[in-house]
């Protein structure tokens, strides 16, 4: 891999991160108020912090739904904890208004929970000629917050004959 896309990988992956925590569920109407969710629903926990991140709310996104001792399994997050975390959304644009993709779309296919689990399962695009990138996140949430977070990605390859099925 040549060096320029050794960077355009890694600023691809620092979008995703910032899209993986936020959620980008794209569509339905932003401006409504969503109730407040309960402790007892970790699904629910990660729609409300993603949908205060991708109103460009980081601060008050990590401080109401991420735990203070926050555990990121990211390596691109300085600390692996809730002040890397923060540090890392707010250098990325995602709070004070700011918008740093604003082509990017995010396309959230499936999010369940079991127990503590939270799984989401989507795919981003940085913009109308990129073929995106598929990703999986796990957050554990405990107690109301988010304690953990895991995610994975694959970038989608051009289409081949060989298998007719998406990745999403």
């Not at 796990?138 to 081949?160: C, L, S």
């Given at each position: 891999?040549?060096?320029?896309?050794?960077k355009?990988?890694?600023?691809?992956?620092?979008?995703?991160?910032?899209?993986?925590?936020?959620?980008?569920?794209?569509?339905?109407?932003?401006?409504?108020?969503?109730?407040?969710?309960?402790?007892?629903?970790?699904?629910?926990?990660?729609?409300?912090?993603?949908?205060?991140?991708m109103?460009?709310?980081?601060?008050?996104?990590?401080?109401?739904?991420?735990?203070?001792?926050?555990?990121?399994?990211?390596?691109?997050?300085?600390?692996?904890?809730?002040?890397?975390?923060?540090?890392?959304?707010?250098?990325?644009?995602?709070?004070?208004?700011?918008?740093?993709?604003?082509?990017?779309?995010?396309?959230?296919?499936?999010?369940?929970?079991?127990?503590?689990?939270?799984v989401?399962?989507?795919?981003?695009?940085?913009?109308?000629?990129?073929?995106?990138?598929?990703?999986?996140?796990?957050?554990?949430?405990?107690?109301?917050?988010?304690?953990?977070?895991?995610?994975?990605a694959?970038?989608?390859?051009?289409?081949?004959?060989?298998?007719?099925?998406?990745?999403?």
């Amino acid at each position: 891999m040549g060096h320029g896309c050794g960077k355009m990988l890694a600023a691809v992956m620092s979008a995703a991160l910032l899209a993986a925590l936020a959620g980008c569920s794209g569509g339905g109407d932003k401006t409504a108020q969503p109730t407040e969710p309960t402790a007892d629903d970790p699904v629910k926990i990660v729609e409300a912090f993603d949908n205060t991140v991708m109103q460009h709310k980081a601060r008050e996104a990590v401080a109401k739904y991420v735990a203070e001792d926050f555990i990121e399994h990211d390596p691109t997050v300085k600390g692996g904890n809730r002040e890397g975390l923060l540090d890392y959304m707010v250098k990325a644009g995602w709070d004070e208004g700011s918008n740093p993709f604003p082509e990017m779309r995010d396309v959230v296919d499936r999010r369940f929970g079991s127990g503590e689990y939270v799984v989401t399962q989507h795919h981003i695009f940085q913009d109308k000629n990129d073929r995106g990138t598929v990703f999986v996140d796990t957050f554990r949430v405990v107690n109301g917050k988010i304690v953990e977070h895991w995610d994975v990605a694959q970038p989608v390859p051009e289409k081949t004959n060989d298998n007719p099925n998406t990745m999403w």
